[in-house]
């Protein structure tokens, strides 16, 4: 007897020597980060339509690249049967010469391509026009500029900005919390030792990692389809695709807190806003952050040298400091905004 008394005795004395932690809610916010972070391991319906949506456009773009569809001289030319390298090469003199002598292409000879001998001075001030084009298919600085600028336009402003980066921020961001309401899980949540605010800031911590892979990755993807081109692009705008994807986040991490349904709503902001929105004339595209976005990739372009009068639905961007200025300024307020809708929301299990 005495010898169990002694060793409960040094039991409780040790346990009593041993510092007691207390709960710290700084612990308990970061495990909350950590969980939301794991819990996107599991790719939703949502992250799977995005996936292969980034699929085709990846395809389409080295489809394209492959055919040399975002070079001038091998682009169908206006009013010709070939294409600007052969209607080029038929405008020269020697080929109008061949042509007017009963040559092949004598028949797409236009009245003012066919050479006048007997007229010198005409006829040296009509070659002189008429080989311009093949003098431009010749200038290597010309071509480059004109292909990267198609690519900007097509591939990256309008498929992947427009389309392929909101849908990739939308399947992850809106999962924050809707993977809660699936499992009626939210109300749980809400009873942990953590004010309401840091359980939606948690949340977004968690999920923007995802978030800027599959943005950042998605484009990295569309950009290394594009041979020299797309990977040009990728050095200059892999900014403004970061900065992209983070606001893109913060609206979306919102949507899914406040809605039910947050994948039907962010579809609708996507399709009906963003892609409407940043396109219209005037002021109201100052409401659009894809406008901001690509106001960034612009001004990039133009300190470059590029003719960026290529986009013009561009012609009227702000600043990249301002652009910079609203990005932030956007992430930043729509998250406060969030974490105090968050915080005064009701929440139930029933979905």
Same mark, same amino acid.
């Given at each position: 007897?005495?010898?169990?008394?002694?060793?409960?005795?040094?039991?409780?004395?040790?346990?009593?020597?041993?510092?007691?932690?207390?709960?710290?809610?700084?612990?308990?916010?970061?495990?909350?980060?950590?969980?939301?972070?794991?819990?996107?391991?599991?790719?939703r319906?949502?992250?799977?339509?995005?996936?292969?949506?980034?699929?085709?456009?990846?395809?389409?773009?080295?489809?394209?690249?492959?055919r040399?569809?975002?070079?001038?001289?091998?682009?169908?030319?206006?009013?010709?049967?070939?294409?600007?390298?052969?209607?080029?090469?038929?405008?020269?003199?020697?080929?109008?010469?061949?042509?007017?002598?009963?040559?092949?292409?004598?028949?797409?000879?236009?009245?003012?391509e066919?050479p006048?001998?007997?007229?010198?001075?005409?006829?040296?001030?009509?070659?002189?026009?008429?080989?311009?084009?093949?003098?431009?298919?010749?200038?290597?600085?010309?071509?480059?500029?004109?292909?990267f600028?198609?690519?900007?336009?097509?591939v990256?402003?309008l498929?992947?900005?427009?389309?392929?980066?909101?849908?990739?921020?939308?399947?992850?961001?809106?999962?924050?919390?809707?993977?809660?309401?699936?499992s009626? %899980? +939210?109300?749980? @949540?809400?009873?942990?030792?953590?004010? /309401? &605010?840091?359980? =939606?800031?948690?949340?977004?911590?968690?999920?923007?990692?995802?978030?800027?892979?599959?943005?950042?990755?998605g484009?990295?993807?569309?950009c290394?389809?594009?041979?020299?081109?797309?990977?040009?692009?990728?050095?200059?705008?892999?900014?403004?695709?970061?900065?992209?994807?983070?606001?893109?986040?913060s609206?979306?991490?919102?949507?899914?807190?406040?809605?039910?349904?947050?994948v039907?709503?962010g579809?609708?902001?996507?399709?009906?806003?963003?892609?409407?929105?940043?396109?219209?004339?005037? %002021? +109201?595209?100052? @409401?659009?952050?894809?406008?901001?976005? /690509? &106001?960034?990739? =612009?001004?990039?372009?133009?300190?470059?040298g590029?003719?960026?009068d290529?986009?013009?639905?561009?012609?009227?961007?702000?600043?990249?400091?301002?652009a910079?200025?609203?990005?932030?300024a956007?992430?930043?307020?729509?998250?406060?905004?969030?974490?105090?809708?968050?915080?005064?929301?009701?929440?139930?299990?029933?979905?």
């Amino acid at each position: 007897m005495a010898d169990g008394t002694s060793s409960q005795s040094e039991t409780a004395n040790r346990q009593s020597e041993m510092p007691s932690e207390a709960p710290s809610a700084a612990r308990a916010w970061c495990v909350l980060v950590v969980q939301s972070f794991q819990r996107h391991w599991r790719v939703r319906q949502m992250g799977w339509v995005s996936l292969a949506l980034l699929g085709v456009v990846v395809f389409w773009v080295a489809l394209v690249t492959q055919r040399g569809g975002w070079d001038l001289p091998d682009q169908r030319a206006r009013r010709s049967f070939g294409t600007y390298r052969q209607e080029a090469e038929r405008l020269r003199p020697d080929s109008r010469y061949d042509a007017a002598a009963g040559g092949p292409n004598e028949k797409l000879l236009r009245p003012h391509e066919i050479p006048n001998p007997f007229n010198p001075t005409e006829d040296a001030l009509r070659s002189l026009v008429l080989s311009v084009p093949r003098a431009v298919m010749n200038s290597e600085k010309f071509l480059h500029d004109w292909g990267f600028m198609t690519y900007s336009r097509w591939v990256v402003h309008l498929v992947f900005f427009g389309f392929v980066l909101p849908l990739f921020t939308l399947s992850y961001a809106s999962g924050a919390f809707g993977t809660d309401r699936e499992s009626r %899980s +939210l109300v749980w @949540l809400m009873t942990r030792p953590i004010p /309401r &605010s840091a359980i =939606y800031l948690a949340k977004f911590v968690g999920t923007l990692p995802w978030c800027l892979a599959f943005g950042l990755g998605g484009f990295a993807a569309v950009c290394l389809a594009g041979g020299p081109l797309g990977r040009e692009a990728l050095a200059r705008y892999w900014p403004a695709a970061a900065a992209a994807t983070v606001a893109f986040a913060s609206v979306f991490h919102l949507v899914g807190a406040i809605f039910r349904r947050p994948v039907v709503v962010g579809l609708i902001y996507v399709f009906f806003f963003e892609a409407v929105v940043a396109a219209l004339p005037g %002021s +109201l595209k100052l @409401l659009s952050l894809t406008f901001y976005a /690509r &106001s960034l990739m =612009y001004n990039e372009a133009a300190a470059a040298g590029y003719p960026v009068d290529m986009l013009p639905a561009m012609a009227a961007a702000v600043s990249s400091a301002t652009a910079w200025w609203v990005l932030a300024a956007a992430a930043v307020g729509i998250n406060l905004a969030g974490m105090w809708l968050f915080a005064r929301s009701e929440y139930r299990d029933d979905v």
